[in-house]
């Protein structure tokens, strides 16, 4: 007879299995990473200085464009950590974690851990390209953008697992992705700001999570400078995302405590 | 301790798919320390069954101990008594062999040099101790079910469940399989059950119980239930058969089935009485073929149709 697992032990081991793979899949890095900074360097590019962003800054589009593009990353790499448990069901890995004496929780946890190791790191590496564009980030500002970018990739990996978990396919995540994560990520902050949209959308920014993620990254690279006026405070958005995060976790080990058939593949 | 419970004990277990049942009434126990084989074709809800047992989902109905503890109340505990080697794969292909034991062992509450141990331990038990390092996509399928098998054994369960276990694998590593299985239950006494579709790898377990439609349909050591046809069967190859099988039927006062085109029924002494049954034929018949029951002839004679006519459900 064995020792109990423990919530923690397991969790681990999840957590470094999904590191390990995502270094052995090479398209996987390109992804996660090419995608947004195409993106950025393609629409950040492309309305240069046409952007009139928030009111009184001389910001160009690219600089605006920039901490959306950091949590776009956070964003993909989550999406793409929680694509594979479609692919664990359907290559079996995951039947043998469920039958393991685990904590479903620490199933959960394992994948949230290791989902937000890649999306960090990816992230990371995007943050060598502040300076370039004239962004300054304050020694204070640096210390709390570490730990926020992995609270945010935390509760959007919590997010994916719980959708993931209900599809049987990735088409069907492809349609969540498009219809659910996408425009979440739209209507944040990241892409335009809440002043000049009109009022409903004003509202559904307002209510969406990931428009606290963007403002608490906006925090940390303009720590002490006056370009976040406007935005809700570093308080408030740090609490409003890992709020959403903590309620998809307790959702998705919830969801996973008992499985069906269909669960399996 | 509680070598007093069955290793496994299956009370009248039912399972639907929303309105299709899966499994009805389903009951039987597999002793402690013996080779119990799950014989059925596929379909026939023995992957229900394993994958209840091996507490994945709960049965619509009934109740499964293991151990004597409950899979639905006490499953965590069930779980760390029992190792699961499952037909599909559940080993990562983009980690090493050692990545994989390393994550399993983690996931039953190892750690540090014990778990290390542990796995050179199995993998020497398995004959793979230099491939410690190499990719399990890399390893020929028969590599990966022992590897398979040293996962599920990692944390020395007094229960092993393989779900088809020679599936995917050459005559050649069935036998080493079968080799190292039966030495696992001699020398550490592990219970081991199966299921299988396959009647020769059938024939090893000490005893089997037969699934079809979701019913079990008999049970006993392979050679009890071939005692039970009481003597030999005999296949008739022949193109007309009206009315042949109820003479054959009174005349031999035995049941006759149709199949594969031809009769088939069981009598005792059937070499010599080859003479009496060719009178009963309206012509010579293109084939006769009398054998000993096999594990196939008891199936048939349980449910009345062919192993492999049974129809298979969308899973």
Same mark, same amino acid.
């Given at each position: 007879?064995?020792?109990?697992?423990?919530?923690?032990?397991?969790?681990?081991?999840?957590?470094?299995?999904?590191?390990?793979?995502?270094?052995?899949?090479?398209?996987?890095?390109?992804?996660?990473?090419?995608?947004?900074?195409?993106?950025?360097?393609?629409?950040?590019?492309?309305?240069?200085?046409?952007?009139?962003?928030?009111?009184?800054?001389?910001?160009?589009?690219?600089?605006?464009?920039?901490?959306?593009?950091?949590?776009?990353?956070?964003?993909?790499?989550?999406?793409?950590?929680?694509?594979?448990?479609?692919?664990?069901?359907?290559?079996?890995?995951?039947?043998?974690?469920?039958?393991?004496?685990?904590?479903?929780?620490?199933?959960?946890?394992?994948?949230?851990?290791?989902?937000?190791?890649?999306?960090?790191?990816?992230?990371?590496?995007?943050?060598?390209?502040?300076?370039?564009?004239?962004?300054?980030?304050?020694?204070?500002?640096?210390?709390?953008?570490?730990?926020?970018?992995?609270?945010?990739?935390?509760?959007?990996?919590?997010?994916?697992?719980?959708?993931?978990?209900?599809?049987?396919?990735?088409?069907?995540?492809?349609?969540?992705?498009?219809?659910?994560?996408?425009?979440?990520?739209?209507?944040?902050?990241?892409?335009?700001?809440?002043?000049?949209?009109?009022?409903?959308?004003?509202?559904?920014?307002?209510?969406?999570?990931?428009?606290?993620?963007?403002?608490?990254?906006?925090?940390?690279?303009?720590?002490?400078?006056?370009?976040?006026?406007?935005?809700?405070?570093?308080?408030?958005?740090?609490?409003?995302?890992?709020?959403?995060?903590?309620?998809?976790?307790?959702?998705?080990?919830?969801?996973?405590?008992?499985?069906?058939?269909?669960?399996?593949? | 301790?509680?070598?007093?419970?069955?290793?496994?004990?299956?009370?009248?277990?039912?399972?639907?798919?929303?309105?299709?049942?899966?499994?009805?009434?389903?009951?039987?126990?597999?002793?402690?320390?013996?080779?119990?084989?799950?014989?059925?074709?596929?379909?026939?809800?023995?992957?229900?069954?394993?994958?209840?047992?091996?507490?994945?989902?709960?049965?619509?109905?009934?109740?499964?101990?293991?151990?004597?503890?409950?899979?639905?109340?006490?499953?965590?505990?069930?779980?760390?008594?029992?190792?699961?080697?499952?037909?599909?794969?559940?080993?990562?292909?983009?980690?090493?062999?050692?990545?994989?034991?390393?994550?399993?062992?983690?996931?039953?509450?190892?750690?540090?040099?014990?778990?290390?141990?542990?796995?050179?331990?199995?993998?020497?038990?398995?004959?793979?101790?230099?491939?410690?390092? *190499? %990719?399990? +996509?890399? /390893? #020929?399928? @028969?590599?990966?079910?022992?590897?398979?098998?040293?996962?599920? !054994?990692?944390? &020395?369960?007094?229960?092993?469940?393989?779900?088809?276990?020679?599936?995917?694998?050459?005559?050649?590593?069935?036998?080493?399989?079968?080799?190292?299985?039966?030495?696992?239950?001699?020398?550490?006494?592990?219970?081991?059950?199966?299921?299988?579709?396959?009647?020769?790898?059938?024939?090893?377990? *000490? %005893?089997? +119980?037969? /699934? #079809?439609? @979701?019913?079990?349909?008999?049970?006993?050591?392979?050679?009890? !239930?071939?005692? &039970?046809?009481?003597?030999?069967?005999?296949?008739?190859?022949?193109?007309?058969?009206?009315?042949?099988?109820?003479?054959?039927?009174?005349?031999?006062?035995?049941?006759?089935?149709?199949?594969?085109?031809?009769?088939?029924?069981?009598?005792?002494?059937?070499?010599?009485?080859?003479?009496?049954?060719?009178?009963?034929?309206?012509?010579?018949?293109?084939?006769?073929?009398?054998?000993?029951?096999?594990?196939?002839?008891?199936?048939?004679?349980?449910?009345?149709?062919?192993?492999?006519?049974?129809?298979?459900?969308?899973?």
């Amino acid at each position: 007879m064995t020792p109990q697992p423990g919530l923690l032990n397991p969790a681990y081991a999840l957590c470094h299995r999904e590191v390990t793979r995502f270094f052995r899949q090479r398209s996987r890095i390109v992804g996660a990473f090419g995608t947004p900074l195409l993106f950025w360097v393609l629409i950040g590019s492309g309305l240069g200085n046409s952007f009139r962003g928030m009111a009184g800054s001389q910001m160009s589009y690219l600089e605006y464009f920039y901490p959306g593009t950091l949590v776009l990353i956070l964003l993909f790499s989550a999406i793409f950590a929680t694509f594979s448990i479609i692919e664990d069901r359907h290559a079996g890995f995951l039947q043998g974690v469920l039958a393991a004496p685990v904590p479903r929780m620490s199933i959960v946890l394992g994948k949230i851990l290791g989902g937000a190791t890649l999306a960090f790191i990816q992230a990371v590496l995007f943050l060598v390209l502040a300076p370039a564009i004239g962004i300054a980030v304050h020694p204070v500002g640096w210390v709390i953008l570490l730990p926020v970018l992995f609270l945010i990739a935390m509760s959007l990996v919590a997010m994916g697992f719980y959708f993931a978990w209900s599809l049987d396919s990735t088409q069907g995540y492809h349609a969540i992705m498009n219809m659910v994560m996408i425009p979440m990520w739209l209507l944040s902050g990241a892409f335009f700001p809440q002043e000049g949209a009109f009022v409903w959308v004003r509202w559904i920014m307002a209510i969406n999570p990931l428009t606290y993620g963007v403002a608490a990254v906006r925090h940390c690279l303009y720590w002490g400078e006056p370009q976040t006026a406007g935005l809700p405070s570093l308080p408030l958005s740090l609490a409003g995302i890992a709020l959403f995060g903590a309620i998809l976790f307790v959702l998705s080990s919830w969801k996973i405590r008992s499985t069906t058939a269909r669960d399996l593949g | 301790m509680d070598d007093d419970y069955p290793a496994v004990e299956i009370t009248e277990v039912d399972h639907f798919y929303g309105e299709r049942q899966a499994l009805s009434g389903v009951t039987f126990d597999v002793r402690p320390g013996e080779i119990f084989g799950l014989l059925g074709p596929n379909g026939g809800g023995k992957t229900t069954l394993f994958r209840i047992v091996s507490t994945l989902f709960d049965a619509s109905s009934g109740c499964i101990r293991v151990f004597g503890m409950d899979t639905k109340s006490q499953s965590d505990r069930v779980r760390q008594q029992m190792g699961v080697v499952f037909q599909s794969f559940s080993l990562d292909k983009l980690l090493t062999v050692e990545e994989n034991l390393k994550c399993q062992g983690r996931l039953y509450g190892l750690s540090g040099s014990d778990l290390q141990e542990r796995i050179v331990d199995r993998l020497k038990k398995v004959g793979l101790q230099d491939r410690l390092k *190499d %990719r399990v +996509g890399t /390893l #020929s399928g @028969g590599m990966q079910r022992r590897v398979e098998i040293a996962k599920g !054994l990692l944390h &020395e369960p007094r229960l092993l469940l393989m779900d088809e276990p020679s599936t995917g694998l050459d005559p050649g590593a069935r036998i080493d399989l079968w080799r190292y299985l039966k030495k696992l239950q001699l020398e550490e006494g592990t219970t081991l059950f199966l299921t299988t579709h396959l009647m020769e790898e059938a024939e090893k377990c *000490d %005893r089997l +119980g037969i /699934l #079809s439609q @979701g019913k079990l349909v008999g049970l006993g050591s392979p050679s009890e !239930l071939k005692n &039970e046809i009481g003597g030999e069967v005999v296949t008739l190859g022949i193109q007309h058969r009206e009315g042949v099988s109820e003479t054959i039927a009174s005349a031999l006062s035995t049941e006759v089935h149709v199949h594969n085109g031809g009769l088939r029924f069981e009598i005792p002494q059937a070499k010599d009485r080859i003479d009496e049954i060719l009178k009963l034929l309206p012509e010579e018949p293109e084939s006769i073929h009398i054998g000993k029951a096999t594990l196939e002839d008891v199936f048939i004679h349980r449910t009345g149709h062919r192993f492999w006519e049974e129809e298979e459900p969308p899973a």
